[in-house]
């Protein structure tokens, strides 16, 4: 006896392309069609038996699929307004004290007989209840901000749960993210401004909440607050991050692997409006701000990683250093004054086979590099070029050459290479007055300027 074929195995897919043609043929009007009606609609049955099989299949393809589903149920939203007044018990009872103090003020300024009236009137006017879905909420001075973070489901269109942050805290942004170290949890990270005042903008400060999804991600549970400035830029090297601050310079911190924290452990002293910064080494950093300063600084040769734990647990890890920042200070190696801000840093290579130079690009399209010297002789060598033209070839508009290469700080072991090739614009007594006086002649001084250009760049 013949075997019968195998049957063949369908798919989810497959089943909802079958009952597709089965609905269709149904509702097919000829005779023909009908007379089938009884029979498709055991097919049909059994369709819908092997599709219900299929879905119940707890494979981990079916399961991972669910999780997803479950993950993206519910949206988190952030409720912001600006000078909206914070309805919390501090701030009701300094509201209820501002008006016993206005409704005394109102019944001194009334004579002896309207004083009673007066009285009645401002009692009426202060304990009087306006909705604020008619007059909407209290509003306050500038720079006041509310805001709650908000777990919402999306289909049925209800508030899950509530987060009110405190009075001057303006959420402007959320991520829900996962973290490779905490496997399937669900976290909400939001960004949150404090005192922000728009115009003139000012802000006091800013940091991140971090928030775990619990209850299918229907709650939000606190974790920790993470106080940061307004951060442009992040470079690492080894356990080190050096993060650049767009007002506060560069900052150094060490990641604890064991407690999961990063510590600061070192910063800047001077106050930088940093626009892009690159490493120079392990404990080298060289940066530009918006005013058209290029630094280099450096971290000194004792700097311990390992900041000391407070025992008495009466500080924050970042109260404990000078100044108000960390309890180590890198120090300046490097100031120069270009005069336009500085958009780019990158230490690279121009030529092929030649040295290492650090190249900057500006707002206006201009494109420079700084070069190390190799050795003191060269240096010595160009300083004193340097220090000759800066007496005998002033600039045309009659500033001094030294106050505008420290306009903001003082110009710190740069050569100005711009005003060294002037030499060869120079007036031909003045190229002789100048080598003579570096015992040079003056072929010799521009082969020298030539050397220097053509050893790193072209």
């Given at each position: 006896?013949?075997?019968?074929?195998?049957r063949?195995?369908?798919?989810?897919?497959?089943?909802?392309?079958?009952?597709?043609?089965?609905?269709?043929?149904?509702?097919?009007?000829?005779?023909?069609?009908?007379?089938?009606?009884?029979?498709?609609?055991?097919?049909?049955?059994?369709?819908?038996?092997d599709?219900?099989?299929?879905?119940?299949?707890?494979?981990?393809?079916?399961?991972?699929?669910?999780?997803?589903?479950?993950d993206?149920r519910?949206?988190?939203?952030?409720?912001?307004d600006?000078?909206?007044?914070?309805?919390?018990?501090?701030?009701?009872?300094?509201r209820?004290?501002?008006?016993?103090?206005?409704?005394?003020?109102?019944?001194?300024?009334?004579?002896?007989?309207?004083?009673?009236?007066?009285a009645?009137?401002?009692?009426?006017?202060?304990?009087?209840?306006?909705?604020?879905?008619?007059?909407?909420?209290p509003?306050?001075?500038?720079?006041?901000?509310?805001?709650?973070?908000?777990?919402?489901?999306?289909?049925?269109?209800?508030?899950?749960?509530?987060?009110?942050?405190?009075?001057?805290?303006?959420?402007?942004?959320?991520?829900?993210?996962?973290?490779?170290?905490?496997?399937?949890?669900?976290?909400?990270?939001?960004?949150?401004?404090?005192?922000?005042?728009?115009?003139?903008?000012s802000?006091?400060?800013?940091?991140?909440?971090?928030?775990?999804?619990?209850?299918?991600?229907?709650?939000?549970?606190?974790?920790h607050?993470?106080?940061?400035?307004?951060?442009?830029?992040i470079?690492?090297?080894?356990?080190?991050v050096?993060?650049?601050?767009?007002?506060?310079?560069?900052?150094?911190?060490?990641?604890?692997?064991?407690?999961?924290?990063?510590?600061?452990?070192?910063?800047?002293?001077?106050?930088?409006?940093?626009?892009?910064?690159?490493?120079?080494?392990?404990?080298?950093?060289?940066?530009?701000?918006?005013f058209?300063?290029?630094?280099?600084?450096?971290?000194?040769?004792?700097?311990?990683?390992?900041?000391?734990?407070?025992?008495?647990?009466n500080?924050?890890?970042?109260d404990?250093?000078?100044?108000?920042?960390?309890?180590?200070?890198?120090?300046?190696?490097?100031?120069?004054?270009?005069?336009?801000?500085?958009?780019?840093?990158?230490?690279?290579t121009?030529?092929?086979?030649?040295?290492?130079?650090?190249?900057?690009?500006?707002?206006?399209?201009?494109?420079?590099?700084?070069?190390?010297?190799?050795?003191?002789?060269?240096?010595?060598?160009?300083?004193?070029?340097?220090?000759?033209?800066?007496?005998?070839?002033?600039p045309?508009?009659g500033?001094?050459?030294?106050?505008?290469?420290?306009?903001?700080?003082?110009v710190?072991?740069?050569i100005?290479?711009?005003?060294?090739?002037?030499f060869?614009?120079?007036?031909?007594?003045?190229?002789?007055?100048?080598?003579?006086?570096?015992?040079?002649?003056p072929?010799?001084?521009?082969?020298k300027?030539?050397?220097?250009?053509?050893?790193?760049?072209?």
């Amino acid at each position: 006896m013949e075997a019968p074929p195998p049957r063949k195995t369908l798919c989810a897919d497959d089943f909802q392309q079958v009952l597709s043609d089965l609905d269709h043929l149904l509702r097919d009007p000829r005779p023909n069609i009908r007379a089938l009606r009884t029979q498709q609609k055991d097919v049909r049955d059994s369709v819908l038996s092997d599709r219900d099989h299929l879905l119940r299949d707890q494979g981990p393809n079916i399961r991972a699929l669910r999780t997803q589903q479950q993950d993206v149920r519910d949206c988190v939203l952030l409720d912001r307004d600006h000078l909206l007044r914070d309805q919390g018990p501090d701030i009701r009872a300094q509201r209820t004290q501002q008006q016993d103090v206005q409704d005394c003020e109102m019944v001194e300024a009334a004579g002896e007989d309207a004083r009673e009236l007066a009285a009645e009137m401002a009692a009426a006017f202060l304990n009087e209840n306006l909705p604020e879905s008619i007059f909407g909420s209290p509003k306050a001075g500038n720079g006041q901000w509310a805001s709650v973070i908000r777990v919402m489901n999306p289909i049925q269109g209800n508030t899950l749960d509530l987060v009110q942050l405190e009075q001057n805290e303006a959420a402007f942004s959320v991520a829900v993210c996962r973290f490779s170290s905490t496997g399937d949890e669900w976290y909400v990270l939001v960004g949150v401004a404090k005192d922000l005042i728009l115009n003139p903008r000012s802000v006091a400060g800013g940091f991140v909440y971090t928030y775990k999804l619990v209850n299918s991600g229907e709650k939000l549970e606190f974790l920790h607050k993470h106080i940061a400035n307004y951060i442009c830029g992040i470079q690492t090297i080894g356990h080190r991050v050096i993060v650049s601050d767009v007002q506060e310079s560069f900052i150094w911190v060490s990641y604890r692997r064991n407690e999961n924290q990063f510590i600061v452990f070192a910063d800047d002293t001077y106050p930088r409006w940093v626009t892009t910064a690159t490493l120079l080494d392990y404990n080298t950093v060289a940066g530009a701000d918006k005013f058209g300063n290029i630094c280099v600084v450096r971290l000194p040769p004792n700097t311990n990683d390992e900041v000391a734990e407070d025992p008495t647990g009466n500080k924050a890890l970042w109260d404990r250093g000078l100044l108000n920042g960390a309890s180590q200070k890198a120090e300046v190696i490097m100031n120069y004054h270009v005069g336009e801000t500085v958009l780019s840093l990158q230490k690279t290579t121009l030529i092929p086979g030649g040295s290492e130079s650090l190249v900057y690009t500006t707002l206006s399209g201009g494109i420079g590099i700084l070069v190390p010297f190799t050795s003191h002789k060269d240096h010595d060598f160009f300083q004193h070029v340097e220090m000759h033209l800066r007496s005998e070839h002033p600039p045309l508009c009659g500033r001094d050459h030294l106050s505008f290469r420290s306009y903001y700080f003082p110009v710190k072991n740069v050569i100005d290479g711009d005003l060294c090739e002037q030499f060869s614009s120079m007036e031909l007594n003045k190229q002789k007055n100048v080598a003579a006086e570096l015992d040079r002649t003056p072929p010799e001084v521009s082969k020298k300027l030539e050397d220097i250009r053509t050893r790193y760049a072209f």
